[in-house]
């Protein structure tokens, strides 16, 4: 059996075992359907993918190598202390376009307003003013949003309340039909991500220790780079198990881990 063929049964076992993102959106697109689908898909294809190159640790890393590595997982935690000190949410980041309702915003105000009567908004990335949020008796703010529009379209938006800005939340209307583009552009994601882990893994699809860390520091720093790039939806990154989940323009979900989800 070749190293490749070797490689992809490895894959496909290994693949098996990942679960489901732990607060997956509610309608998940994929390139066949837009049917809700909350499993991890790993290609643009809906196949399996993962590192079959032979790579080997490096026996020379020094001690400075790995601070510098420890450093930029520094910077990883600092993004996600940040992300999870958000408060606006939205129940789903997917919608269809001719959805009657729209998307659904709640917000919990990190502090009880000095005014009952103080104004809670909906911004969009122009600052201006999508809607207002009202209080459901609870203190717990909500709002619908509707876009006009009646296609594929990104949309950034944040609360403002009390003087203070929000987190930005992005969410993305869609149709029936496909765009290309889209799909081309998560085929190149994908590929983005196996040169990461064809450069860490060895025959097995396996990573060692000191390469984990390194391959998920490359892995996050390129997540982030796709999410400013607004080529990602959605972005969650979790040190504990060295995975990364994230939701494409086509509504695919991928995720790259270094380690076995259980």
């Not at 939340?169 to 064809?198: A, C, G, N, P, W």
């Not at 893994?201 to 998920?216: H, I, M, Q, R, W």
Request: proline share 3%; with cysteine; hydrophobic share 30%.
């Amino acid at each position: 059996m070749s190293k490749r063929s070797l490689c992809a049964v490895i894959t496909a076992a290994v693949c098996a075992v990942l679960s489901a993102c732990t607060e997956a959106p509610a309608e998940p697109v994929s390139e066949s359907s837009t049917a809700e689908n909350a499993s991890i898909t790993a290609s643009a294809e809906n196949e399996t993918t993962s590192p079959d190159e032979v790579t080997t640790a490096d026996e020379n890393t020094t001690p400075d190598e790995m601070t510098a590595e420890e450093a930029v997982l520094t910077e990883i935690e600092e993004f996600i202390t940040k992300e999870a000190d958000n408060t606006l949410t939205v129940s789903q980041t997917f919608v269809k376009a001719d959805d009657e309702n729209g998307f659904y915003f709640m917000l919990k105000p990190d502090h009880e307003l000095s005014d009952k009567d103080t104004a809670v908004g909906l911004y969009d990335s122009d600052d201006t003013l999508i809607t207002d949020m009202t209080d459901d008796g609870t203190g717990i703010y909500s709002c619908y949003f509707k876009p006009d529009t009646d296609g594929w379209k990104t949309f950034n938006v944040y609360a403002l309340y009390d003087g203070q800005k929000t987190n930005t939340v992005r969410v993305r209307t869609y149709t029936d039909e496909i765009l290309t583009e889209d799909s081309e552009d998560f085929k190149k994601l994908v590929d983005e991500f196996s040169e990461i882990s064809e450069k860490y893994t060895n025959l097995f699809g396996e990573y060692s220790d000191e390469n984990k860390v390194k391959a998920f520091g490359e892995a996050c720093a390129l997540a982030e780079k796709l999410y400013s790039e607004e080529r990602v939806i959605e972005l969650r990154i979790n040190p504990e198990n060295s995975s990364i989940t994230l939701k494409a323009l086509n509504g695919t979900t991928y995720v790259f881990a270094t380690e076995k989800m259980t």
